[in-house]
């Protein structure tokens, strides 16, 4: 009995709140203050502008949270904070509260819970409508925090120099502007809606890759992709389809391929008792709130899939210390 609590409840109705610290720390750029050193409540309310008493608190509230370590009256970065919420890390991801935490998707998630779950979905097409504006905010926000895995997943593709690739959903490019760095001579097609694509288009410009870097403009499903691909990105997209969309979109990809060429995924992948990994547990919840049919797939899963859609073997493998893996679906 004296395990029984309500704190893990408490937790989760007051979330909100630390979301809101996380936020409001982000914007006052507290952590990269913090990591320069002296960093009491009034040195920090100094360098951010604010009130020493509202910095304070907030600092005191991410210290009980585990975002900060508090020892006298000076704060201190846990390493994970300086890992990922410093600016001057180069593992820095505080851009993604942009996309996460965008009043289209509080709205998505708040405005009328039980309605998506007894729908099995989101009310409407969500943020999979043509050409949602969410989509700008996702290839601003989350472009920089994928930088890392983008070039670690080009240099394992790089292996087989792929010249000819194709980018499904780019969103803000970096999976294909990765490669193109790896890869000299590869010429990169990006296939988005339009205004996505201009944020992606920018990237390719800032990594020097522009004069072999192509942007096609459309529904992924609707748009002629052309033929003659060595390989097929789909980049965090499968997830936000059902089973037939996802053999439907795979199929696409194999018959843009040339012989021997390959497809592959970036994504959260489920353990067969659905609940493991937890990251990849709880991203199914943000599948069925903010889309109509996606979800989080096993291995198995993907498999039958990749084999409905003509592939001969799909193998993955892991992206420690992120929570995704990389699936290649290749030809006979």
Not at 99 to 126: C, K, Q
Not at 193 to 210: E, F, I, R, Y
Request: some cysteine; aromatic content about 8%.
């Amino acid at each position: 009995m004296a395990d029984i609590s309500p704190d893990l409840f408490m937790d989760a109705v007051l979330a909100y709140q630390q979301t809101a610290a996380i936020k409001a720390a982000l914007e006052l750029d507290l952590f990269s203050e913090i990591g320069k050193g002296s960093a009491t409540a009034e040195n920090l309310a100094r360098a951010t502008g604010s009130a020493a008493r509202g910095v304070r608190i907030l600092c005191d509230y991410l210290t009980a949270r585990g975002h900060l370590e508090k020892h006298g009256d000076q704060y201190q970065l846990t390493e994970s904070t300086a890992a990922f919420l410093d600016r001057s890390a180069p593992s820095w991801m505080g851009s993604v509260v942009e996309y996460l935490t965008a009043p289209e998707m509080m709205a998505l998630f708040l405005s009328d819970p039980p309605a998506f779950v007894r729908n099995g979905g989101s009310i409407g097409l969500a943020n999979n409508a043509p050409d949602h504006p969410i989509w700008v905010k996702f290839a601003r926000a989350m472009g920089p925090s994928r930088v890392p895995l983008a070039k670690r997943i080009a240099s394992e593709l790089a292996v087989s120099s792929p010249r000819k690739v194709l980018d499904v959903a780019a969103g803000h490019g970096m999976f294909g502007i990765a490669i193109a760095q790896a890869v000299v001579d590869a010429q990169i097609t990006a296939v988005d809606w339009d205004a996505v694509l201009s944020v992606a288009q920018q990237n390719a410009d800032a990594a020097g890759v522009s004069g072999r870097y192509r942007i096609l403009g459309g529904s992924a499903f609707d748009t002629d992709w052309g033929s003659g691909f060595d390989l097929v990105l789909l980049a965090n997209f499968l997830h936000q389809l059902d089973k037939d969309g996802c053999v439907t979109l795979l199929r696409k990809a194999r018959k843009s391929l040339v012989s021997g060429g390959r497809a592959v995924a970036v994504e959260f992948l489920l353990n067969e008792d659905r609940v493991s990994p937890r990251f990849s547990a709880m991203f199914a919840f943000q599948m069925l709130g903010s889309t109509p049919h996606g979800d989080t797939y096993t291995v198995r899963e993907f498999e039958e899939m990749g084999r409905a859609a003509g592939f001969a073997r799909v193998t993955a493998k892991s992206l420690p210390p992120t929570p995704q893996s990389l699936l290649l679906f290749e030809q006979a």
